[in-house]
């Protein structure tokens, strides 16, 4: 079963903008946060921007001014509003949700990434 999936990745020009969604589901019953990670090639994984769901939020210095995350907990989704793109954002993006699911397990989810690609 699918439980975190993204969408909204693609090919934009320096300056540009994208919106990545994350969704998680219904088996995921409470969620602590949603974050996300990229990973471009030959480098390892790192935390772009992160949501409590208090609504704290925290972001990579790299990133500082130019992305936003928020989310809509009624529909277990986040979002990564991307402004300003630089060619140094090309990257895999992921998303995590950690929470618990129904029964109570602890949930630490990644969903399959989305490409995000900006051209100079």
């Known amino acids: 079963q699918v439980q975190v999936s993204e969408s909204g990745g693609g090919l934009v020009q320096a300056g540009g903008s994208l919106r990545l969604s994350c969704a998680a589901s219904r088996s995921i019953f409470t969620i602590f946060s949603m974050g996300w990670y990229r990973q471009a090639p030959g480098k390892q994984r790192e935390l772009v921007a992160l949501i409590l769901s208090t609504g704290n939020t925290n972001y990579a210095d790299s990133v500082k001014g130019r992305f936003t995350i928020s989310s809509d907990n009624s529909k277990k989704t986040a979002y990564l509003q991307m402004n300003n793109l630089k060619p140094e954002d090309t990257a895999i993006y992921y998303c995590?949700?950690?929470?618990?699911?129904?029964?109570?397990?602890?949930?630490?989810?990644w969903g399959q990434g989305t490409q995000v690609t900006v051209s100079s």
């Open positions: 995590n949700v950690q929470g618990t699911f129904v029964l109570g397990s602890v949930a630490n989810s």
